[in-house]
């Protein structure tokens, strides 16, 4: 089983920067992604690293602003967010996968998940 857990969501002005963090315990994974729902809509995909694979892909309203990173050592995958947007008002989710071969992967293939951290992005 792996257990993950996200943390440093909250509240900031458009322009301003937020660090998400998510936590890894129990098996080891090979590829994350951070995902995102906001109310109303559906999950949507943000940002994936698939280290193993030299990897990694942006959702193109994120490219240039985001930037997602993996931690072995601390077992952690981080999402550095700048210029944020009230567009990116949302519940943020990470996800975590063992079997990265069709990479990158779509939201039904990770099948471990975070508890969410919410970002709020004021105008």
């Known amino acids: 089983q792996v257990h993950l857990v996200e943390s440093g969501g909250g509240s900031v002005q458009a322009g301003g920067s937020l660090r998400l963090s998510c936590a890894a315990s129990?098996?080891?994974?090979?590829?994350a992604g951070w995902f995102r729902q906001a109310p109303g809509k559906e999950r949507e995909a943000v940002a994936g690293?698939?280290?193993?694979?030299?990897?990694?892909y942006y959702a193109d309203s994120v490219k240039g602003r985001f930037t997602i990173s993996q931690d072995n050592a601390k077992d952690t995958v981080t999402l550095e967010m700048n210029s944020l947007k009230p567009e990116d008002t949302a519940m943020y989710y990470c996800?975590?996968?063992?079997?990265?071969?069709?990479?990158?992967?779509?939201?039904?293939?990770?099948?471990?998940w975070g508890q969410g951290t919410q970002v709020t992005v004021s105008s």
């Open positions: 996800a975590a996968e063992m079997f990265c071969y069709s990479w990158p992967l779509q939201i039904a293939d990770y099948r471990y």
């Open positions: 690293i698939y280290p193993h694979g030299g990897s990694t």
């Open positions: 129990g098996y080891s994974t090979n590829c």
